[in-house]
């Protein structure tokens, strides 16, 4: 059965939309062209950033220095510096050009009359106010230059959290997150307008970026929907409450609240087997099974004894009536052993009708060719199959896509192969094999260790074989990025209530089982971001 609010979740609106700037900027073009008047659209954004800024007076205590760029973003700055003037801050500009567009001229002029300073030299990169950069916005596509460049690396060393950008950091690029040159504002802020541009929450961009705060001009949801349908979306903690629900029929037991098999560990790994199934266990499924190393399997009965031990799939019936397979944390590069009387492991996973997540050395083996060669194999799985790379697993198993974009690669992986597809990174991408795309907003950085990969997953697989169980849209793509926002959201939660060094793979799974015990729909949000008592 396919669920509709599976497939359309999250909404299409603003706070979601993930987009480029040239599309950006055909949508500003489409209000324009239908009798919006240009300066109202830039004094609706100044007036929004003027307000945020205007509710934290302490930032502004020394003043503003206002970077004045020759285009609109110019002209944000400069009605953002008219409107702290007018509310008595001390405002100072600085602009290294010598002509403006004319919509921006025409605000500096009016700037001048109004008795705001104008610096003739550049400005000392040490200096106490408040530094707000409206140099060149969502436009850039080339370096800044050396002395600007220069100015900002200044400022960042000498004044780090001193300076907040307008839609974009001078010297990022809005669509990539890169660096236009060798050095970009270091922003403490970044006042988005509109909707958010893909480049400001790609991995590399977010040392730049610092606080990422999207600011709405009310566009129309009717210019909205004109853009396409896989359009990239973004997923945050308030997204969880309206997750594609996984719950079985009330009166469901155990085989119907999801059957897993997880194939996990090595010798050298003992302990991801172990996270594994810490995080299949917090998922919430019903009954779980797993083929581990013999160390762990000796004394699981002490540690999860709701785990029943094998068979391993590849031995006759050990597929049979489940609704999920993971395979691959911590295996080891070596190929899973396998009875000579018994089909191959991966033959038997690509038959199985069922769900089959794919993590880590499981990757790692296909990308090596222990099933043959790895597209092949991944086309012919006769059920939905998750991917669950990292970057250098990804590299392995699709070479070519290797250093794409994230958003660009995944949605071409997930294309080429029919499998769902998760990039883990500081926010990670997810994609559909039907083009359909999601990036996560926020995430714990302290969250980075050792077997949190595990955990996820663990979880996702689970949550996965819940899914398979309840026939609510079987290997559905969103059911996995479900999973890595609140995967992502455990770590937000585990941080706020231990501290950033007890973010550990354990806590995830504790906090994950917490939520999933009381569900995403009983309170448990709080601030948008996932909330568990002590």
Request: aromatic share 4%; hydrophobic share 45%; proline share 8%.
């Amino acid at each position: 059965m396919i669920n509709s609010h599976a497939i359309h979740w999250p909404r299409r609106d603003a706070a979601h939309l993930l987009v480029r700037s040239e599309q950006m900027a055909q949508l500003e073009q489409q209000l324009f062209a239908n009798g919006l008047p240009v300066e109202a659209l830039m004094e609706k954004a100044a007036l929004a950033i003027s307000a945020r800024l205007l509710s934290e007076p302490e930032a502004l205590r020394r003043g503003a220095l206002v970077l004045v760029g020759p285009g609109h973003n110019g002209g944000d700055a400069l009605v953002v510096a008219r409107e702290l003037h007018l509310a008595g801050v001390r405002v100072r500009l600085w602009s290294p050009f010598e002509r403006h567009k004319p919509l921006t001229e025409s605000h500096w002029r009016y700037a001048q009359w109004l008795g705001i300073e104008r610096l003739s030299s550049s400005p000392d990169p040490a200096g106490a106010a408040l530094w707000i950069d409206g140099l060149f916005g969502i436009g850039q596509r080339r370096p800044p230059g050396e002395a600007i460049e220069s100015l900002l690396g200044d400022r960042a060393r000498l004044r780090p959290d001193q300076l907040v950008a307008i839609d974009t950091p001078t010297g990022l690029c809005a669509d990539s997150g890169r660096l236009l040159g060798s050095w970009a504002a270091r922003a403490r802020t970044t006042y988005c307008l509109g909707l958010l541009k893909q480049g400001l929450v790609q991995d590399s961009a977010l040392a730049w970026v610092g606080k990422l705060v999207r600011l709405d001009l009310g566009l129309p949801p009717a210019l909205l929907g004109q853009l396409p349908p896989d359009q990239p979306l973004v997923l945050s903690g308030l997204d969880q409450t309206s997750a594609p629900p996984l719950e079985p029929a009330p009166d469901a037991a155990k085989y119907g609240r999801g059957r897993l098999l997880v194939v996990s560990g090595s010798a050298a790994y003992p302990g991801a087997a172990l996270l594994s199934l810490l995080g299949a266990s917090a998922s919430g499924c019903g009954s779980l099974r797993a083929v581990v190393p013999e160390p762990v399997a000796q004394q699981l009965w002490s540690l999860l004894p709701h785990v029943v031990l094998g068979p391993a799939p590849g031995e006759p019936g050990a597929l049979d009536r489940l609704d999920a397979v993971l395979i691959g944390p911590g295996l080891g590069p070596a190929a899973s052993a396998e009875r000579p009387d018994s089909p191959p492991l991966w033959e038997s996973l690509q038959a199985f009708a069922g769900l089959v997540v794919i993590d880590a050395d499981g990757l790692n083996q296909l990308a090596a060719g222990v099933a043959g060669e790895a597209m092949a194999w991944l086309q012919g799985r006769q059920g939905p199959t998750w991917l669950t790379p990292h970057q250098g697993e990804f590299a392995r198993l699709f070479p070519d896509l290797a250093g794409e974009q994230p958003l660009e690669a995944a949605a071409v992986a997930a294309s080429r192969c029919g499998a769902a597809l998760l990039l883990k990174g500081a926010r990670s991408v997810i994609a559909a094999p039907d083009g359909r795309r999601w990036q996560l907003l926020e995430a714990a950085a302290a969250a980075a260790r050792a077997g949190a990969g595990d955990v996820l997953a663990g979880f996702a697989a689970g949550q996965g074989a819940l899914a398979q169980a309840a026939g609510v849209s079987p290997g559905e793509a969103s059911t996995l990025a479900a999973a890595a926002l609140a995967h992502a959201q455990a770590g937000l939660a585990a941080r706020e209530r231990l501290g950033p060094g007890q973010v550990t793979p354990m806590a995830l799974a504790a906090t994950l089982g917490q939520w999933c015990s009381a569900g995403t729909s009983s309170g448990l949000l709080k601030n948008g971001r996932l909330h568990i008592s002590p």
